[in-house]
């Protein structure tokens, strides 16, 4: 296709940070971002050149979007796969598509994918009701975990189930709703691969970044990861990516076990948090790399010139602004959100070593 020349309007459905930063990389190469959400003065419409305030599959407001919009996308996976078709009925191009969507908004769903495609996950059953979880229970060795299928997020909407007295319990303090039921994965390390593929089929792989979660939260990432197994999880990435006719910033999440295999434990169909490292770091970074593969451009370098690492401000850490700023090995990046709510991803700071020459 003819990549989108600058002057063209990029559609972004969610108004988060993720919107905010992928609307700053759309304005720096020419474009125009905007913003459907049904949240008003969310930190993406703030940066935006036009937003709409309204529900995600709100007919008028999707109409106005496809209008304007040469290309859409989304910052947040939980957009209903409904708002996309309707995009699409209206003549819009959506990327990365709702099969990304539809896959990753469902834990069974999308660990299924993973296994059809010749990728390990931990073991896993669905949790539909009594019966199911006592089957799931039956398969699966405790402690496991027992997750929301949809709409968790920063360890929201999980409970570990150490005795199988305790399930029935844990399985209403989610919400008694439809669950997955996870064996723990032994894992000595979480890896990330931040991936991109751009219309035309090539593919663009950032190295692994080591994570570290606090209570299911990101704290940090560290990148590149030190000795991590990077053909497997390049070869983990071309395969979802391709699996999934995927167009744009894919974010796979992986357990790294001690004899070096990799878990696939999820993906995130837009850019990813363990992939901020990227802005400091890197010539072209996660949210430039969407907006080139959603606009139909050559995708840029993922080789980092340094090395990174990226650790969230969580809740009331972003006080620490004024420290922040006067720290010169700290890059500074806040997200302007109006309430500081604990647990709340507020801002992150890149600090970057330089690389010794190979
Ligand atoms: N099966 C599992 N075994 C061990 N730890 C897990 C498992 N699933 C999740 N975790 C831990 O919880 C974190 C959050 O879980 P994840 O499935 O990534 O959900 P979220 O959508 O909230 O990011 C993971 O990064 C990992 O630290
Ligand atoms: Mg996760």
């Known amino acids: 296709m003819t990549p989108l020349p600058p002057g063209s309007t990029i559609g972004i459905l969610g108004d988060g940070q993720l919107g905010r930063m992928l609307a700053l990389a759309a304005a720096r190469l020419g474009f125009d971002a905007v913003v459907l959400s049904p949240d008003a003065d969310g930190p993406a419409s703030r940066v935006a050149a036009r937003s709409w305030v309204a ?18 996308t989304y910052e947040f996976e939980n957009v209903p796969v409904a708002a996309v078709e309707r995009l699409e009925a209206l003549g819009a191009t959506v990327l990365p598509g709702r099969r990304a969507l539809a896959v990753a908004q469902d834990r069974v769903a999308e660990k ?41 997020y920063d ?13 029935e ?33 090539s593919v663009a ?14 704290r940090e990432t560290t990148a590149p990861a030190r000795s991590a197994p990077e053909l497997e999880a390049r070869r983990i990435a071309e395969t979802v990516l391709s699996r999934l006719g995927y167009v744009g910033v894919i974010g796979v999440e992986l357990f790294e076990l001690a004899d070096g295999r990799l ?24 949210f430039e790399q969407h907006v080139r593969a959603v606009a139909g451009w050559p995708l840029g370098p993922t080789q980092p ?18 420290e922040l700023a006067a720290d010169p090995s700290a890059r500074l990046h806040l997200y ?23």
């Open 55 to 72: 529900d995600y599959t709100d007919p008028a407001a999707l109409e106005e979007l496809a209008r304007a919009a040469d290309v859409v």
């Open 112 to 152: 299924t994918f993973m296994r059809e495609h010749g990728l390990e996950t931990v073991d896993f059953a669905p949790v539909d009701d009594s019966l199911s979880l006592a089957a799931a229970l039956e398969r699966i060795a405790l402690p496991a975990l027992l997750k929301t299928r949809r709409e968790g």
């Open 155 to 167: 360890g929201k909407g999980q409970v570990w189930i150490e005795l199988a007295e305790a399930a």
């Open 169 to 201: 319990a844990a399985w209403a303090e989610i919400g008694g709703g439809p669950a997955i039921l996870e064996a723990r994965a032994p894992f000595v390390r979480e890896l990330s691969v931040i991936a991109a593929r751009g219309r035309d089929g």
């Open 205 to 218: 792989i950032y190295p692994a970044g080591e994570n570290r979660h606090e209570g299911g939260i990101l």
């Open 263 to 286: 878990l696939v434990n999820e993906i995130a169909p837009r850019v990813h948090n363990t992939g901020h490292w990227t802005q400091d770091a890197c010539q072209v970074d996660q």
């Open 305 to 322: 010139h340094s090395a990174a690492l990226m650790q969230n401000l969580i809740g009331e850490d972003a006080e620490r602004w004024a």
């Open 336 to 358: 302007a959100k109006r309430e500081p709510r604990a647990g709340r991803k507020m801002g992150h700071v890149n600090r970057l070593q330089p690389r010794a020459a190979p």
